[in-house]
C-alpha cells in the first residue's frame, strides 16, 4: 500500500486532475452557452450550436459531479468549509446550472419565438455564471478566506457573500469566463461552419485575448498579495489536524514555489501560449488542433493556481493556522488508499466511453440536418 504522505500528494494532484477535467469537457458546454446569443442570429442558427453539445453536455457533467465527490471523500475539511463559508455563491452556481436540463430538453417543444429566446438566454446564464463565480472564488483562495475552527474543528464563516465580490476575485472571475468561452469557441468552430464558424471564430479572438491579459495581470497583481508559508515544523504522515501548525503571511509568499522549482514557469506560460496558439489555429482553421491548445491552456492557468497555492488548499484570513492544506485536510490513509485504486479502475473507463461517445457524433452540424431532423433535433 502506497504511505500516506503519498496518496496525500497523489489526491492533491487527483483533485487537481478533475477540475482540470471538467474545465474541459464541461467547460466547452459552458463556452457554447456563453456564445449561444452572439454567435447565431435566427432559430435555426441557434439549434445548430445547441446540437453541437446537446448530445454530450449531461455526460460531461460527470467532471462536476465527481470532482465534488471527490472533495468530499479526499478533503471533507475542505468541503464543509468552503461549503459553509461560499454558500451562497453555490447556490448560485446551482440555480444558474438548473437552466441548462430545462433549456435542452424545452427550448425547441414549441414553436414560440418567444418561448425560445428565453430558453436560449436561460442556456446562456447556465454557461457564463458558473465560471465566473468559480473564477472569484479561486481568487478569493487566492487571498484567503475568513474563517476559524473552534475546539471541536467546526468551522465559522465570518465573511460575506458581497465581500467575495472584491477586485482581484473578480478579475479572476473575468480570467475564468474568458477561458471557458475560448474553450467553447476552440470546440464550436469545430463543429460548425459558414457564417457560425466565422462569427465563433471573432469571438474566440477576443475571449483570448482578454483571458492572457486579464491572466498576466493578475500575475503581476498577486506579486503584491501577502501569501502564506507554514512556518512550523512539518510532519507529513501525521494524521489531520489543521490547528497543530503555525503558518504566517508574507508579501510574495506565493511566488516562492517558482522560486525553488523554476519548472514551475512553465505552467503560467502554456496557459499564455496555448490560448494564442488557439486562437492562430482557429483563424487558420486547424478547429482541432486549436481545442487542444485550449485545453493545454486551461491545463496551465489551473495549474498556476495549484502550483502557487502549494501545500495550502483552503487559507485563512482570520486563524492563520487555521489555513487547510494538502498535509491536514485528508481523509485517512485508508479512504484515500481505497479511493485511489477505485479512481484507477473507473477513470479509465469515463476517458474510453467519453471517447468513443464523441467519435461516434462527430462531424460538422449543418442548417440541413436541422432541418431534415426537426422533431428529433435539441
Known sequence: MLDYPTLKIIWWLLVGVLLVGFAIMDGHDMGVGTLLPFVAKGDTERRVVINTVGPHWDGNQVWFITGGGAIFAAWPLVYATAFSGFYWALLAVLWALFFRPVGFDYRSKLHNPTWRATWDWGLFVGGFIPPVIFGVAFGNLLQGVPFQFDDYLIPTYTGSFWALLNPFALLAGVVSSAMITLQGATYLA??????????????????????VVGFVAAGFWLQSIPGYRISSALDPAALPDPMTKTVVREAGAWMANYGRQPLLWLLPALGIAGALAAVVLMRARRTLLAFVASSLSIVGVIGTAGASMFPFVMPSSTQLAASLTVWDSVSSHLTLAIMFWATLVFMPIVIYYTGWAYRVMRGKVTEQQIRDNEHVAY
Open 190 to 211: 469545430h463543429r460548425t461552419e459558414g457564417v457560425i464558424q466565422a462569427r465563433t471564430i471573432r469571438a474566440g479572438t477576443v475571449a483570448a485575448l482578454v483571458m
